[in-house]
């Protein structure tokens, strides 16, 4: 059976829908980064979506090919995930999505080095004949955080966030967000086809103690 991240580590990708701490470990991304509205053509958000998507495949199937992988072992691509933030807020404000910035990212193995993505960007881009430039590898520590799982549509997500906002004032913490630690989201659901009643959303957020 090949690896599934999801269910391996289910603290980090199948949270209940209530707050919890987690303690979120370092990890490699394909990324790509971005601004505006994720809905609107303009930004490029669709676009870069289909390119980690096109990197992460390549890199999965990369057994079958000549391109060796040191360490490789079959496992499923994991989820799509997004980092967001706006210029002077803490947090993101869901009323402004122009002024969206975002890092749209796909986890990589561990044994996926530098090198290995860079193959992986060039393969791609033969292949599916797409630009890829723009896809970094990154390393992400989140470090502390609060998270839940979200049901329902993205702009309902404020409740969620609400939610977790009350969690940790009342254990003792504080949002933490900054240029390095911002507004996360797990996409478990695919909008193409899951009602949005239906979604499935990990919202995490970096916090860290409150100073008495």
């Not at 239906?198 to 957020?205: A, E, N, P």
Request: aromatic share 12%.
């Amino acid at each position: 059976m090949p690896f599934d991240y999801k269910k391996e580590y289910k603290e980090l990708y199948l949270p209940k829908a209530l707050p919890q701490i987690v303690e979120v470990p370092q990890m490699n991304y394909a990324a790509i980064r971005g601004k505006g509205d994720p809905n609107s053509e303009e930004s490029g958000y669709k676009a870069a979506i289909e390119v980690l998507y096109a990197i992460s495949y390549t890199l999965k199937m990369s057994y079958k090919g000549p391109h060796t992988i040191n360490g490789f072992f079959e496992y499923v691509v994991p989820p799509l995930e997004g980092f967001w933030y706006m210029e002077g807020t803490d947090g993101v404000d869901y009323l402004r999505k122009k002024d969206f910035c975002w890092i749209s990212v796909i986890r990589l193995p561990d044994f996926v080095t530098k090198e290995d993505f860079i193959w992986a960007k060039k393969e791609a881009e033969r292949k599916k004949k797409i630009d890829a430039s723009k896809a970094e590898f990154v390393t992400v520590a989140e470090g502390l955080c609060v998270q839940m799982m979200h049901m329902g549509s993205y702009d309902s997500e404020p409740k969620s966030v609400a939610e977790m906002d009350k969690f940790i004032e009342k254990n003792g913490y504080k949002n933490d967000f900054s240029d390095e630690r911002m507004h996360h989201e797990i996409y478990l659901s695919d909008p193409r086809k899951t009602p949005e009643e239906k979604r499935k959303t990990v919202i995490r957020h970096p916090i860290a103690a409150a100073l008495v």
